[in-house]
């Protein structure tokens, strides 16, 4: 039997905040598991205008002149997960960063570098 690579969808999402600097667009979403785990994280994509027809456009892909705007995308979408509270007085600190930390690792070759546990 082969392996696919298909992610199965393991969590409901809601899109709670959008920072977009220039192109780069980070999106913080509140998932829950369906074991009840309730987390942040972001994704991040970019937009652009499509030269033939002038529509917007979303991708996945960056390029080395998206550096600084990736940055401070990825900075404003870690404050929002680090200051906003979980809707029940509680700090997402904890849940936040974890979430942080996964979703950079696994767009770490995107970003081109590696997380570190700052």
């Excluded at 999106?27 to 937009?47: D, H, P, W």
């Excluded at 027809?53 to 960056?62: A, I, R, V, Y």
């Amino acid at each position: 039997m082969m392996a696919t690579n298909k992610k199965k969808s393991d969590a409901a999402q809601e899109v709670l905040h959008t920072v977009q600097k220039n192109q780069v667009v980070a999106t913080v979403e509140l998932r829950q598991s369906n074991a009840g785990f309730t987390y942040k994280q972001f994704t991040l994509s970019r937009r652009c205008e499509t030269r033939s027809s002038g529509k917007e456009s979303t991708g996945s892909s960056f390029f080395e002149q998206h550096e600084d705007d990736i940055v401070a995308a990825v900075r404003a979408a870690c404050a929002y997960i680090r200051d906003e509270p979980n809707g029940n007085g509680q700090s997402s600190n904890r849940s936040g960063k974890e979430a942080v930390v996964a979703n950079a690792q696994s767009d770490a070759a995107v970003i081109g570098s590696s997380p570190t546990d700052a």
